[in-house]
């Protein structure tokens, strides 16, 4: 591009991206100023951001102090898994009927999808705890897992069909005069090429399955061994008071599996995958 | 083999027929190719006949079997895509293999026929690279490597080499001929360029509106067009039209009265009679002559072009429909603004009614023909 900003411009660019990053990321810095203090100088007036009694001690005492907490991150990240892997068998083929095949009533579908998304999952907590207890699902990781799934699918399609429309008609057509069926076609040719808009909805699914366990495992499960780790995290808060280090410090970790996963992945979001498929 | 009939084939989305009943015999080892404007209908007949459109009325026959509602690959044939088509995340060896690997051939007889095709289009070297390395004629043979590999009795071309620079599309379309006649197979081949349709096909079929206007050897069309149509369309320049009256017919052809009031006579067929009809006089750019003729018509161009072999100039003439043009050897004292007469021979003229049905030429192609003269 040509435009160049001039130097006020700049200045406003980055005092409003300031702003915003100041919003999104001093919750972090405060649990994490937090994580490192003793309980007992937390609420010290005046308040100071660096003091000398400063240490890593709450990352080693969370452990002993609630003994499952590993058992729930690992819980969180296994229930999260699942639904990304069962929202994507969903998905994928539901995208590309979506995006490809012409049959009746096919917007109205789509935009039916859309409204089931903007019910919050908890008017339907009723509903569902009726369901799981009519066939006896409480209490099982299943409870957690299937109304995840099912609220992940309808982002999921929306978001990859809109990768799928982009893909040429004629990479399907070459496939189906070569002799290949829809589903040969499907699996060889355009999961392949559709490879990075299937990362961006995994990602998607995986960190809204990871936020959206709460309330599910607040109201389907009362076994403690099942709990996923938003859940977990209430140990922290005693009769008397919240032990808000070892809470911070076990939430921060929390955030590693997600971290993570988005670090695998993000290598697949490549552009340009559909380089010298077609000219464009 | 590769024999192919369509007869009364015709496609309709909705109310609006694309398709108007069209009829055709290919035999089998011909280039065939189909011509016409854009929104003629020429790719969606190539894609009815590939099976990728389903036909609203008519029959396709390919070796005398109706194809009608059989799938792609059950007809036995194979098509090249104008945008290649490629499977961007496959190796140009799997991308050729991909139809064998449909298929389920065992690995084997997989390599030697890729190898095979490989060798025909020069890819041997290319074969572990993916598309996206590749240079656009390559990815075009690469293209054209999958449709060989199957053997086919029919090969479909949906305008192949447009996407290609022009130096390129003249190398394979040399390329295209060879393979022609190495493969012996049948090929329909849709272009809108004229070039390609003239120096490649046995036989160019115009398409003009859903329905064929001609179908005949490139020079047939260029000397015996039976439309206005195709008179307009084939050669470049394209055809002057010259509004005319007609006097009488007699032996040697029609007299007409061009707008200056000269009389010409040209050397066509009558039919019926054409005293006081209007009519069309087409005359081609190149057959207009600085020597003495039968008619002179003076141009005073607008615009010229020295090519250096040829001078083309550009001008307004009473009576033409458009823009006249006329083709002179480059020695041609042609400026802007300075009248040249130029010369209307009889026999060079081609003459249609008021329909825009051309009479016709009393000469055979083969007498114009220079490679038929020789024999």
Known sequence: MLHKYRWYEYVLIYSGVAVFLTFVLAPFVEAFVVSLRPLSSLFSIPYRFITDDMSFEAYFTMWQNVPLLWMYMLNSFFIATVVTILGLICIIPAAYAFSRFEFPARNTLLGLFIAVNMFSGAVLIIPLFKLMQQYGLLNTYFAMIAPGTAFVIPTGIWLLRSYLVRIPKELEEAAWVDGAGKLYTLVRVIIPVALPGIVVVSITAFITAYAQQFIYALTFNSVNELNPLPVGLFQFFGRQSVVWNELMAASLVGILPVLLVYVFLQRYIVAGLTAGAVKE | ?375
């Open chain 2, 1 to 375: 083999m590769g024999e192919l009939q369509l007869r009364d084939v015709r496609k309709s989305y909705g109310h609006v027929e694309i398709i108007k009943g069209v009829d055709l015999d290919v035999d089998h080892g011909e280039f065939i190719v189909f011509v016409g404007p854009s929104g003629c209908g020429k790719s969606t007949l190539l894609r009815m006949i590939a099976g990728l459109e389903e036909i609203t009325g008519g029959d396709i026959t390919i070796d005398s079997k109706v194809v009608n509602d059989l799938p792609p690959v059950k007809r036995g044939i194979a098509m090249v895509f104008q945008s290649y088509a490629l499977y961007p995340h496959m190796s140009v060896y799997e991308n050729i293999a991909f139809p064998l690997r449909v298929e389920r051939l065992s690995n084997d007889l997989v390599e030697e026929k890729v190898h095979n095709a490989a060798s025909i289009l020069q890819l041997n070297e290319r074969l572990q690279h993916k598309p996206g390395e590749l240079s656009g004629g390559q990815r075009q043979r690469v293209a054209i490597g999958r449709a060989i590999v199957r053997a086919p009795s029919v090969f479909l071309f949906d305008e192949p080499l447009s996407n290609l620079d022009a130096a390129l599309r003249a190398e394979m379309r040399v390329e295209l001929a060879k393979l022609h006649n190495d493969l012996d197979a049948t090929m329909i081949y849709v272009t809108h360029d004229q070039v390609e349709a003239m120096t490649m096909a046995d036989r160019i079929v115009v398409l003009d509106h859903g329905i064929i206007s001609q179908v005949g050897t490139p020079l047939e069309l260029y000397h015996k067009p039976q439309n206005l149509f195709v008179a307009g369309f084939i050669g470049n320049p394209k055809m002057n039209f010259i509004q005319v009256t007609g006097k009488h017919a007699d032996e040697n052809g029609i007299v007409v009265t061009l707008p200056s009031g000269q009389e010409i006579t040209a050397k066509v067929s009558a039919r019926g009679d054409v005293s006081g009809k209007a009519l069309t006089l087409g005359i081609r750019p190149e057959h207009l002559t600085l020597k003495s003729a039968d008619a002179t018509i003076d141009v005073v161009p607008n615009v010229v072009e020295h090519l250096g072999i040829h001078t083309v100039t550009y001008s307004a003439v009473e009576g033409a429909n458009s823009t006249f043009c006329s083709v002179l050897p480059g020695s041609a004292p042609a400026k802007v603004g300075v009248a040249v007469s130029t010369g209307i021979n009889g026999a060079d003229c081609h003459l249609f009614d008021e329909n825009g049905n051309a009479f016709d030429r009393q000469v055979t192609v083969a007498a114009l023909d220079p490679a038929e003269m020789h024999l």
